[in-house]
Each structure stands twice: as C-alpha cells, then as structure tokens.
C-alpha cells in the first residue's frame, strides 16, 4: 500500500513537469484473468489438477501443492511417454527421506486456455500417493508455476482461476496473510493446548492434514498437555511411509480465524523438511480448504476468505487400519497396535471386497465410511482365499 500510495503522490507532483507518458513507469497494470479451470478434491482437501505435458496427448494428474519449491513428474508416468531424465547430484528432501533426482528440463505443461514452458520437472516415484488416494498421481504442481501467476482458488464452485501478475483489489469479508516466501510460503500461527504460543508454519496445500508438527517443536515448547492420549498412526509423503502420534490440539488462530479442537500429527523430523526451529511444522489443507483462497508470490500475500466448508467437522475418528489401491485391488497397509482394527483381527495384506455393504471398490468412499467415529464398521475381507466378515467400532480421539 505504502508504494502505491507514494507512486500516485509522485505522479501527482511531477504532472507540471514531465508529460503523462513519461508517469506510467510507475503504474503497475492491473492484473487479468488468463483462464478458469475445474478442480477435483481427495481426501484431506488434496487439490487435483489436469493438465498435458508437451505434445502428449494423454491428461495427467498433478496435486497443487504450495509445500513444493518447484515441479514434478512421476517415474512411471515418464517411463510410460517414454521421457529421459537427465541424472543430477541435486536431493530432494520428504518427510520420509532425501534422494538425488533427475531432470526433464525445458518442457511445457498446457492447461485449458493456459500453456506454460520453460519448467524442469524433477522425477520422483509418486506411486505411493496413487496407492493412499486410489487415483493416478503423475506430478506435483509447486513454486515453479504457482510464482509465475496470480492463482485464485474458489472451493465453493471448485474452480482455479489464473492470473496475470498485477495490482489486484482483493474482495471484502476476507484477511489478508503476509507469510515468508523463500520458494515455500512460512506463515505465523499462534496454536495453544496447556499453553499458547506463536510460531512459523508451512503453508502446505498439499498435506492432506490440519497441522503436523515436529516432536522437537513439541518437546521444546511444552505447550502440547503431556498427559493427553497421543494415538499410533501411519504417514505417507515424499519417501515412503513414517510413523506418526495423533492428539487434539485445543486451538490454532489463524489470523482471526480460530479452530478448536484441532486433531494434530506429531512426528520426527528427521530430515529437517521444516528447518526447526525456523519452522515448528506445517498447517495442512484439511484447514486451508475451508478458505476460498488467492494466492499472490510477486507481493507474498495469501488473501483468505471462509467459504461454506469453514464449519466443517474435523475427522476425529480412530480405527487403526490404512488403506492402499494396489494393482487394481484395496489392500489393508499398515494395522497399529492397539488399534480397533487390530482389535478386530484385521491384518496388514488383507484384501478388502466391501465395507458396510458398499462394493463399489472405491477407495475414497471407503476412507470417508471409516471416518465415523463411535459407528460400528462391517468389513468383508479376503485372507487366504478365505472370506471374512469383520466388525468392529470406530473409536474417537476427542
């Protein structure tokens, strides 16, 4: 505001002395609507963009993820258009691992209306993210192509508007953010439990979460009441698999927003994916969706405004068992101990056929039935050539 207010004040002055075309240097043009294209949702608020590579023919799968410093294919998906990376010493890091990676560099990803070039995609196997939410993922989305735009995201009409760069007045009824940029966005939040205390998040479209923080955050900070039940849970990101503690949190303030009773993964952050102490964790999208969102990186501004999910219930439920889309079939993953699921004598390679009577073998309905807590579930299951009924009740973490 203070550079606008002093470009209009400059021109004003100098208007005696210099003609009007010379002023225009200091107007920055207004920002233009490029395009406007449908989104899909998953699980945890996972955006799912669709969108062409090159001169391929076939639409890919890429998840926005403002949690990515730059762009990504997947190494099945390059296998399968026949792509050749070129080998590089560059790491990335996941909260599951570091990994060199390779390159596609110089190519162009075509949207609706919209075709963007000189991008380096960076391959990494995603097919563990295709095995959580049962559909394709090809790519991620990150910095590369979200600094390049003004990038509106509308969850009400599931739209995603792109934008020129430029001024742009921003509607009312909303709160404007100023996090840090340095390629991924840290924004202040003040979270409380026994205590509050105020800190920097990653601002993470891409986690499927309300927040994730690090066990040396919570350790170091104390403000998480160490006497509250902290339940064994399964994680996937860039590496594979991690293990994870599941609590409630008692409020996370995001500007003037605030959500109580917030549920909250605990981890190790082993491979410093969020530079503690600089950053305590990450809030995720099971929050941020709740915001019809702008996203602007020339001014570091994430303009929110709550849309009709901001009431949402969080998902407090707890059954213990994971699930996984693998060739074609779902596959129970991972059973913590102590779990209903356990409980129950679910075990990990189990094949599910059914669940409440719905054999639709859709992975995504059956995350959403199991997200019930206190409800008794009814699985069918396959073990051994043999069928099982199993029932069992989903416990809740509140």
């Not at 923080?213 to 994680?235: M, P, Y």
């Not at 990101?237 to 927003?257: A, F, N, Q, S, W």
């Not at 199991?370 to 029932?391: C, G, H, S, W, Y």
Request: hydrophobic share 40%; glycine share 8%; with cysteine.
């Amino acid at each position: 505001m203070r550079k606008l207010v002093y470009g209009i004040t400059l021109c004003f002055t100098l208007a005696a002395a210099k003609p009007l075309a010379a002023q225009e240097e200091f107007i920055e043009p207004p920002s233009r609507e490029i395009t406007k294209i449908p989104f899909t949702q998953l699980t945890g608020g996972i955006v799912i963009l669709h969108a062409k590579l090159d001169t391929f023919p076939d639409t890919l799968n890429f998840i926005l993820d403002t949690g990515s410093s730059g762009i990504s294919l997947d190494s099945t998906t390059a296998d399968y258009l026949g792509l050749k990376p070129t080998p590089t010493e560059r790491t990335i890091r996941g909260i599951a691992g570091i990994r060199k990676v390779s390159f596609l560099f110089n190519q162009q990803l075509h949207f609706p209306g919209l075709s963007v070039d000189s991008l380096n995609f960076h391959i990494n196997d995603y097919g563990i993210l295709t095995a959580v939410y049962g559909e394709r993922i090809d790519g991620i989305i990150g910095y590369s192509i979200l600094s390049r735009y003004i990038v509106k995201l509308d969850y009400d009409s599931m739209k995603l508007t792109f934008c020129t760069p430029g001024t742009i007045r921003y509607p009312r009824g909303g709160y404007l953010l100023k996090p840090t940029i340095n390629q991924l966005m840290a924004q202040q939040l003040r979270v409380r439990d026994e205590t509050a205390i105020t800190s920097r998040f990653l601002y993470d479209m891409g986690a499927g979460v309300c927040m994730l923080l690090t066990k040396d955050f919570v350790a170091d900070s104390t403000f998480i009441d160490k006497k509250k039940k902290r339940w064994i849970k399964e994680g996937e990101g860039l590496g594979g698999k991690i293990d994870m503690e599941l609590t409630v949190m008692r409020e996370v303030k995001l500007g003037p927003y605030r959500f109580r009773s917030v549920p909250v993964y605990i981890f190790d952050d082993e491979n410093n994916v969020t530079s503690y102490p600089y950053m305590g964790g990450l809030i995720g999208n099971d929050i941020l969706r709740r915001f019809n969102v702008i996203l602007n990186y020339a001014r570091s501004d994430i303009y929110i405004t709550p849309n009709t999910h901001y009431g949402d219930s969080f998902d407090y439920s707890y059954s213990g068992v994971e699930l996984y889309f693998l060739q074609g079939l779902i596959i129970v993953g991972d059973v913590a101990k102590g779990s209903p699921a356990e409980a129950a004598g679910i075990k990990e390679g189990d094949e599910v056929i059914a669940i409440n009577n719905n054999f639709s073998q859709n992975l995504n309905q059956y995350k959403i039935t199991l997200q019930a807590p206190n409800e008794k579930v009814k699985l069918i299951l396959r073990r051994d050539n043999l069928m099982l009924e199993i029932e069992f009740k989903v416990r809740s973490i509140r």
